[in-house]
Structure formats: structure tokens, C-alpha cells
């Protein structure tokens, strides 16, 4: 079976490969490389630190090796603290290390909302409120709506919060005003509660891991997706 390669770029604490490789058909490899190891926690600090462009671009020179068609940066906060300049300057970073195309997390969200049409979401963050309102930041930035908002005021261990705590949160933020939710950080667990969700909502909710496979699916031409993997494009 001939093999499409994505190349994945991580913050150094990320837990989760094993939810993206849910995300993708059996013919799509993930490389996955990580940021260089740093002693901090899920703040402020640690979102600046691994947005550095230069930094992003050296993890990406990483998984160059074996040809990955796309890159991500499987990143949430590190893709949106900087704002949209700060986004764009990541794929920057990624495509002049060498990466044939580029995405990020909030990039590929902001990709996700314009596909779908969708401009006023509620949103569920594992993170601190001033991380939580940076996203919110971001998102009015690209004209998006955010008219409510729930965190845990997590700065560690994120991967490990249970199913039923993002579900209370993600009903907790619905209302009528809401077009859609968006479930943050990629080291939050998502990949099976978004069908129950959506069934009992009636809307669209979108994960990071989600967005992001999507979004680097499609910049390496992978047109074999089928409904089991849930992406946008089989929406």
C-alpha cells in the first residue's frame, strides 16, 4: 500500500499521538516530532516559548527526512498567543525549514469555521483564563464571535481529564446564539465524544486534533477519507 506521509510537530508535553493516528486512514503515516524539553507548565509562558518561530522551524527541519507531504503544528495556544501575525509567521516558519505545505491548530479552526460558514462559537478550554481569553482574542481577530467560554484552569496533566468533564463543559457553554463549539488544546482528549455531541446539540463541534488532521489531510491531497475518521470534508 503506497503510504502518504504527514509530518506532525508537538509541544514537548504532548500525550495524545495515538488520537491522531485515530484520525487518519490506514494509507496516511504520522511522523510526529516534538519541541526540545522545557521545565513549564501549560501557561502563558510556555504557550510564548514554543511559538518561537525559529524554534518551530528546527522541529520542523526534524521530520523533513522522510518526505512528509504536509506539516502541522499540532499546537493550540502555541498557534494563537502570537495572533494571526504570530499564526502566519509559524507557517512561515515550517514551509522555509522545508515543509512542502504547512498548517497550524488555529489556523486550521479558522479554516474549519470558513468552510462551514460559521462565525459566532462558544468555546471549552482546558487552560488558564488568560490563555482562555487569548483564544477568544484570536478568534475576534479573524472576525470570529466567541459569546461564551469554559475553562478548567489546568497547567498540567491536560491529556488525562476524563470524557464526562469536556462534555458537561461543552454543554455548559450551548445556548441558541451558538453556530458551533470549539473544544481546545490538542492534548485534551475529544476523538469520541464529538458524535454524541453533535447529535444532541444539533451543531458542529470541532476539536483540535480534528481541525488540525483535517486541514493537513487535504494540503497533502489525501482524497481516500472515509465517514469512520468524521472529518469535515465527509461532513
Not at 173 to 195: Q, R
Request: hydrophobic residues 50%.
Amino acid at each position: 500500500m503506497l503510504q502518504t506521509g504527514i509530518g506532525v510537530v508537538a509541544p514537548y508535553d504532548f500525550a495524545l499521538d495515538r488520537e491522531l493516528w485515530r484520525w487518519v486512514p490506514d494509507d496516511v503515516t504520522l511522523h510526529v516530532t516534538r519541541t526540545p524539553y522545557a521545565p513549564m507548565a501549560a501557561t502563558v509562558e510556555m504557550a510564548v516559548h514554543i511559538s518561537d518561530p525559529e524554534l518551530i522551524a528546527r522541529t520542523t527541519y526534524d521530520v523533513l527526512a522522510v518526505a512528509p507531504l504536509a506539516v502541522a503544528y499540532a499546537c493550540t495556544f502555541g498557534s494563537f498567543v502570537g495572533g494571526l501575525t504570530g499564526e502566519l509567521a509559524l507557517v512561515d516558519a515550517m514551509v522555509g525549514a522545508g515543509a512542502p505545505a504547512a498548517v497550524t491548530t488555529s489556523g486550521a479552526l479558522l479554516l474549519a469555521l470558513r468552510r462551514l460558514g460559521i462565525n459566532r462559537i462558544a468555546t471549552v478550554t482546558p487552560y488558564t483564563n488568560d490563555l482562555t481569553a487569548g483564544l477568544t482574542a484570536f478568534l475576534a481577530q479573524a472576525g470570529i464571535e466567541v459569546v461564551a467560554t469554559a475553562g478548567l484552569g489546568l497547567i498540567a496533566q491536560i491529556w488525562a481529564v476524563p470524557y464526562e468533564t469536556t462534555v458537561e463543559l461543552v454543554r455548559s457553554v450551548d445556548s441558541d446564539l451558538v453556530e458551533a463549539i470549539f473544544i481546545s488544546c490538542t492534548n485534551l482528549p475529544t476523538y469520541d465524544v464529538i458524535a454524541g455531541l453533535e447529535a444532541t446539540l444539533g451543531k458542529p463541534v470541532l476539536t483540535a486534533n480534528q481541525v488540525t488532521m483535517w486541514s493537513v489531510l487535504e494540503l497533502a491531497g489525501h482524497t481516500g477519507i472515509g465517514p469512520e475518521q468524521r472529518l469535515l470534508s465527509v461532513r
